[in-house]
């Protein structure tokens, strides 16, 4: 007697979209994936994955490829402009404290390692979803309309980024995404002699990470309306860090204004009241957008994807609307406290008052010469998560 396989559609082949279209292949769905976007090109260009997002990865099989591209050691450094160290951090200690290094990797290196767990035909681009019908628990299928066609599933999973047609459609009542105050510049250059580490300035701040291969990813931020841009990002960010220790200044140089990458933040302030309606469930962006200050925008949609998995392991086509409340119940709360101190940390960070900033610089030198390990201690309910222990 044959089983007919529970089916879902993922929305969105992101960092997150694969993983929960891996993890739900992995236990035995039918997974097809819609992309909009022609090709499969990687947005963005580097991701730092932390513990917690390795730990997840492993639940699919693909951490170990990604722990061999670790490549930030010994120690880092907070810094002020003129080059003065504020706070150290040690990598050794990251590791202590959290059993796993932070690894940085091209995001083009992330997406090749999630494609390998899919089957050759789960992956269908240039796929707009126009609307989606939630469907509920008397077995009613989730409906999709495409550009071309419209289907029907089990479970769709709405993993279509900040700005989720999938999520308006759910929740049209909510204010959705609002602006952080502050915009993004990020790169990868050659290989550059440098000291991993961030530069925290008036509203102002620059950072730069090895990665395996030699070259060196960095970021940059400013407080600015949202909006603006330049005809040559490169030439506004060399006039912004123009004050900036070295190497900050060739760094920018080292990349053509086609290679830097411009956006302006967004996130989700308001959280939303569930994340999931009928049989759809939203992961990643699409669900709690946040600040970069953490690094957990892409590590959070790595843990929805395997806790959603889990969730829905053993559950029969007929009960995952029923099911789906639990996987809004360990997530919704969990990340909207790491969307907070996200935030809480970004607007720190991007103080510009001659006296704020000032007194924030006080603070983390002296905070770094009496306890080392004071800025992790915060990382240490998002970083020691750990998967279900089914969710393999």
């Given at each position: 007697m044959s089983v007919t396989k529970p089916e879902a559609i993922v929305v969105g082949a992101g960092p997150g979209g694969l993983t929960a279209a891996t993890a739900l292949h992995r236990k035995g769905w039918s997974v097809v994936?819609?992309?909009?976007?022609?090709?499969?090109?990687?947005?963005?260009?580097?991701?730092?994955?932390?513990?917690?997002?390795?730990?997840?990865?492993d639940a699919i099989g693909a951490g170990e490829p990604l722990r061999e591209l670790a490549a930030i050691q010994g120690t880092a450094t907070l810094r002020r402009p003129d080059g003065r160290v504020l706070a150290p951090t040690s990598g050794e200690a990251f590791v202590e404290r959290f059993g796993e290094p932070m690894v940085l990797a091209p995001r083009a290196e992330l997406m090749r390692v999630l494609l390998a767990g899919l089957p050759a035909n789960a992956l269908r681009t240039g796929t707009t979803v126009s609307s989606v019908l939630p469907g509920g628990p008397d077995h009613r299928a989730s409906v999709i309309t495409t550009t071309g066609e419209t289907l029907t599933a089990d479970l769709v999973v709405g993993a279509d980024g900040i700005r989720s047609p999938i999520r308006h459609a759910l929740f049209p009542e909510h204010p959705g995404p609002r602006y952080a105050g502050f915009t993004t510049w990020r790169a990868i250059v050659p290989k550059t002699e440098m000291v991993p580490g961030e530069t925290w300035g008036r509203g102002l701040v620059f950072g730069a990470m090895p990665l395996a291969d030699g070259r060196v990813y960095w970021y940059a931020t400013a407080n600015r309306p949202a909006g603006v841009t330049h005809g040559d990002e490169r030439a506004e960010l060399l006039r912004l860090y123009r004050d900036f220790?070295?190497?900050?200044?060739?760094?920018?140089e080292a990349a053509t204004p086609e290679q830097i990458l411009h956006l302006d933040v967004h996130e989700m302030a308001d959280p939303l009241p569930a994340h999931h309606r009928g049989r759809v469930v939203l992961i990643g962006d699409a669900a709690h957008a946040m600040t970069p200050n953490l690094g957990q925008g892409g590590n959070q949609a790595l843990e929805d994807a395997i806790e959603l998995a889990d969730v829905l392991t053993g559950v029969a086509a007929d009960k995952v609307a029923q099911a789906l409340p639990a996987y809004t119940a360990r997530r919704l709360a969990h990340t909207s406290a790491v969307v907070r101190k996200s935030r809480r940390l970004g607007a720190m960070a991007q103080w510009e008052g001659r006296y704020a900033v000032a007194a924030r610089d006080g603070f983390l030198r002296a905070a770094g010469r009496l306890a080392p390990d004071a800025a992790l201690r915060p990382l240490d309910s998002i970083l020691r998560w750990r998967p279900p222990v089914d969710s393999a």
């Open positions: 994936v819609l992309e909009r976007a022609a090709t499969l090109e990687p947005i963005g260009a580097a991701i730092a994955v932390a513990p917690n997002g390795l730990r997840a990865l220790h070295a190497p900050i200044g060739r760094l920018i």
